[in-house]
């Protein structure tokens, strides 16, 4: 698996090794987007931020037309509303990173997992710690009620006949389903982008066809439906989802 | 025959108001974060705008619009804080921050959007 190999490489580094993970993260960027990453490491360390990771499809480098550059930021707010809409800064206290991480909050196991740490005071080296000796694992409970939210709202919005709106809720109903059963399969989901791929290997083939192409934004209204219809099926057909919060590797 | 920006988002709202009524954040902000984007759509159609489909894109636009006089000057705010709502609530089953605002003075904000919109026509 592929967060094992990550997990183990934020854990215990000295500060050489984390100003390696620094460049390792800037290596990641794309060029258009440096100046920007470069802002907020300057603006995270002015705040005297715990740690900062990057996350999301940045940190995977799968990258889509719509992606934007996300962080995870341990510590206190900082100011981006004057910089681009396309970033995304998720702040969390340690408290807070600790409380989320034994919920199973999805996002916060990702970062620790699969993210790019930034620069690390000690927080992360602390809660991957904690993910590898207390074997903790996302709730896949709380991705299943996400996703069937999500494709009852998608189902509406293709009735609407607004295209833009239905591809864009559509894509979020199948990411929300794909990564519930995939963490129900005990298989950690990786970016938007390479669910796709994970779906297959999982013999879930008609719903990472209908990711891929809402991804690729290529997908009719009635293609929509039948996707949302197998999301439905799937989603519905779990009347007492197991509840993983925290819940120990098999 | 396909409906018009301008008549997407009031259908949207139509859609969100009753979930206003009943505090059911995810609906409404999902709602009027549509309905808003498709406001901004129609108004920039009518000046020639092309509307990206990122959503920052979009927030670039109506942030043109609004420096223009041609939106209202609480748009791209609002439009910033309901995508920012809509990821928490329908991603993380977050009740969503809003800024300080009411879903209220969302809905309040959108309508005027939409008002706007219908105003502008399709062009």
């Excluded at chain 1, 809409?85 to 034994?102: C, Q, T």
């Excluded at chain 1, 991957?128 to 939210?149: G, S, V």
């Excluded at chain 1, 791929?197 to 891929?212: C, I, K, P, Y």
């Excluded at chain 2, 636009?61 to 609004?66: D, M, T």
Aim: glycine fraction near 6%.
């Amino acid at each position: 698996m592929a967060d094992t190999k990550d997990m183990q490489g934020a854990s215990g580094r000295s500060t050489a090794q984390l100003e390696v993970a620094g460049l390792q993260a800037l290596a990641v960027i794309p060029v258009s987007l440096r100046a920007l990453h470069e802002t907020v490491v300057g603006r995270a360390l002015a705040a005297e931020a715990q740690a900062l990771i990057l996350t999301g499809s940045t940190a995977r480098e799968a990258r889509t037309p719509v992606s934007d550059l996300d962080y995870h930021l341990i510590g206190t707010p900082i100011e981006t509303d004057d910089l681009p809409g396309e970033l995304d800064v998720h702040v969390l206290s340690p408290a807070n990173l600790r409380a989320r991480l034994r919920e199973g909050d999805d996002f916060v196991h990702w970062s620790l997992r699969l993210g790019r740490v930034v620069f690390d005071q000690g927080i992360v080296r602390e809660t991957t710690r904690l993910i590898r000796e207390q074997r903790l694992w996302p709730d896949a409970t709380r991705k299943l009620t996400q996703a069937r939210k999500s494709v009852s709202l998608a189902h509406a919005m293709v009735a609407s006949e607004d295209e833009d709106a239905a591809l864009e809720q559509a894509c979020t109903a199948l990411t929300l389903t794909a990564r519930w059963q995939l963490l129900e399969q005990r298989v950690f989901p990786l970016s938007r982008a390479e669910l796709p791929a994970q779906l297959r290997e999982s013999g879930h083939t008609l719903l990472a066809t209908g990711l891929d192409a809402t991804i690729r934004r290529a997908a009719s209204l009635q293609d929509l439906t039948g996707y949302l219809n197998a999301a439905e099926a799937l989603t519905e057909s779990t009347q007492e989802p197991r509840h993983l919060s925290n819940s120990r590797a098999a | 025959m396909a409906k018009s920006k301008a008549q997407l988002a009031r259908e949207h709202l139509e859609r969100a108001l009753p979930a206003v009524a009943a505090g059911d954040y995810t609906e409404v902000v999902a709602w009027l974060f549509v309905a808003l984007e498709a406001a901004i759509a129609a108004v920039a159609a009518r000046h020639g705008l092309e509307v990206e489909p990122k959503h920052w894109q979009k927030l670039d636009v109506a942030e043109q619009l609004q420096a223009e006089g041609r939106l209202g000057v609480d748009v791209a705010a609002t439009l910033r804080t309901l995508n920012e709502a809509r990821k928490q609530a329908l991603y993380e089953g977050e009740e969503p921050d809003l800024d300080g605002k009411s879903l209220e003075d969302l809905a309040a904000a959108v309508e005027s959007a939409v008002e706007q919109a219908e105003g502008a026509g399709d062009g």
